[in-house]
């Protein structure tokens, strides 16, 4: 029997595969979460799995309730693409 951590990381990469799939649709060409917090190690693992690379980092932009202040992540994904024209673009914590 699954783990009630293994069933949410399935549904996290089945909805990440979705999402990257769905935004294909309307013509998007990459994807970008502007703030993950750096903390956030199974996330990070998730979606450098995906195919996620860091591209940015902001220093102290979060204030974590157990660690104080820790830094934001800027990833994206673009199926090797450089400078596409049209990114999708969220907010995430």
Same mark, same amino acid.
């Given at each position: 029997?699954?783990?009630?951590?293994? /069933?949410?990381?399935?549904?996290?990469?089945?909805?990440? @595969?979705?999402?990257?799939?769905?935004? /294909?649709?309307?013509?998007?060409?990459?994807?970008?979460?502007?703030?993950?917090v750096s903390t956030k190690e199974v996330v990070m693992e998730l979606w450098k799995k995906l195919g996620?690379?860091? @591209?940015? =980092?902001?220093? /102290? +932009? &979060? =204030?974590?309730?157990?660690? +104080?202040?820790?830094?934001?992540?800027?990833?994206?994904?673009?199926? +090797?693409? =450089?400078?596409?024209?049209?990114? @999708?673009? &969220?907010?995430?914590?």
């Amino acid at each position: 029997m699954e783990s009630f951590s293994d /069933i949410v990381k399935g549904i996290a990469k089945f909805l990440s @595969i979705h999402s990257q799939k769905t935004a /294909i649709e309307p013509g998007y060409l990459a994807m970008q979460f502007n703030s993950v917090v750096s903390t956030k190690e199974v996330v990070m693992e998730l979606w450098k799995k995906l195919g996620y690379k860091i @591209i940015g =980092r902001i220093p /102290i +932009g &979060f =204030r974590h309730s157990k660690l +104080g202040f820790v830094d934001y992540l800027i990833i994206k994904e673009d199926n +090797g693409l =450089r400078d596409a024209p049209k990114i @999708i673009s &969220f907010l995430s914590y």
